[in-house]
């Protein structure tokens, strides 16, 4: 195998680069192995086997993924099977349902939950704290909470895997969908993006299986 080859080996990793914390996940995927890519049009997506939706302001992400004609073209690979993780504002844009939104709000969608945008008050509320997540090992996971979501309601298609000490979920997957309301992004804890990218390397070696 050739050094080109070699570095383009990993699994092909998208982050939508709309707006919000996306060099910090590109960055961690980068860590991880994953050839790298940031994600603003239908074409760079078409070109990437996962993406990561990241932190933000999910409100602004929204419009610029409409604005930028990439919504559709995110929904369908959503619909087509495509290893998805959103953290916070990520969350949010796959939510089926939300609340708080404004006025006009849309999201991507796929994730069977309703979630609640700023559940847990303004920027100066934003808090940490560990979380025990027995999918990702015995070790707790540090969990920074910056103005994120809570989700409300868990529908029968997902499913959670992470909650506060109070019983609110912060974490859920479904299928090839992850979302979590808080930032491993940017604490130095690499087990989310570890588990993204077993979904996209099972993925893209199932599609060159199948041609
Ligand atoms: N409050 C933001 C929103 O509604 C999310 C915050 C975040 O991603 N850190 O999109």
Known sequence: MGAGEAASAGPRVGV???QGDFREHAHVLARLGAHVSLVRRPEELAAVDGLVIPGGESTVMDKLARAY??????RAAIAAGMPVYGTCAGLIMLADTILDAIAGQQTLGGLDVVVRRNAFGSQNQSFETDLDIPALGA???HAVFIRGPVVESVGPRATPLATLADGRVVAVEQGNLLGTSFHPEIT?????HEYFLDRVRSRSLSRSRNG
């Open 16 to 18: 939508l680069a709309l």
């Open 69 to 74: 004609g990439l919504a559709e073209p995110l």
């Open 139 to 141: 070790e707790p996971v």
């Open 188 to 192: 130095g804890e690499y087990r989310f």
